[in-house]
């Protein structure tokens, strides 16, 4: 069965480091997504991506975040300076159809800023 | 704004005992309303969903009722196993601009035999 993966499943890096989070989605969804949930709280929204650009993000997804699908089957994460409140799961999903479809996710990449 | 507030865990019952976990929400509109499930090691995987007032949505032998005066979409199991122990999540996607999911912080739920 298809599935989303996320790499790496966990990783520890120094304040002010920049972090990738890498994720591959299901080969022929359209609609990719990235999420965090800090210990604790809630799984919150990061931003979507569709047809090559961003198509929603949130209040959280600020200049230090970008995302890139850089060759058609990796969709990637990357945070520039990481910030001690960066830690967090952080889950990667794709969809094929936008709108009251199942999205998919990946298992989490746990991210530890020290 | 749009959110979902669930009941605070962790949830701990004997197997075969009655499983509740409450869900309400507040959203503009008329949002679809989901509950997904992640099993220990594994990503969240949707378990049910209903679209519209007075749906509902069933899946292994879990059930949701899409409640639109009580704003509510609580969750149940009449008999749980040992293999249901998972964290559950409530999320309501809106209806409008987007289609992001709004989750609730999720609940744990741990069955024991």
């Known amino acids: 069965e298809p599935e989303v993966t996320q790499t790496p499943s966990h990783q520890v890096t120094q304040m002010g480091q920049e972090v990738i989070l890498r994720c591959v989605p299901i080969s022929n969804h359209l609609y990719f997504y990235w999420y965090r949930q800090i210990l604790g709280q809630k799984v919150e929204f990061l931003v979507s991506?569709?047809?090559?650009?961003?198509?929603?993000k949130s209040e959280i997804f600020d200049d230090q975040f970008s995302v890139e699908r850089p060759d058609g089957s990796n969709f990637t994460l990357k945070i520039r300076s990481t910030k001690l409140e960066d830690s967090a799961m952080y889950f990667c999903?794709?969809?094929?159809?936008?709108?009251?479809?199942?999205?998919?996710f990946g298992e989490g990449s746990r991210l530890t800023v020290l | 704004g749009n959110s979902v507030t669930q009941m605070e865990g962790p949830v701990t019952l004997s197997e075969e005992a009655f499983l509740t976990i409450n869900c309400t929400y507040t959203a503009t509109g008329y949002p679809s309303l989901f509950w997904y499930v992640q099993y220990p090691g594994e990503g969240l995987q949707l378990l049910l969903k209903a679209t519209k007032a007075d749906d509902k949505g069933s899946n292994k032998g879990f059930e949701a009722t899409y409640r639109k005066e009580t704003t509510s979409f609580h969750l149940e199991k009449g008999s749980v196993q040992v293999s249901d122990s998972a964290v559950y999540f409530c999320?309501?996607?809106?209806?409008?601009?987007?289609?992001?999911?709004?989750f609730g912080k999720g609940t744990t739920l741990s069955v024991s035999s």
């Open positions: 999320a309501l996607e809106a209806n409008q601009a987007g289609t992001a999911l709004i």
């Open positions: 999903a794709s969809t094929l159809q936008g709108g009251g479809g199942e999205l998919f």
């Open positions: 991506f569709y047809n090559n650009e961003i198509s929603e």
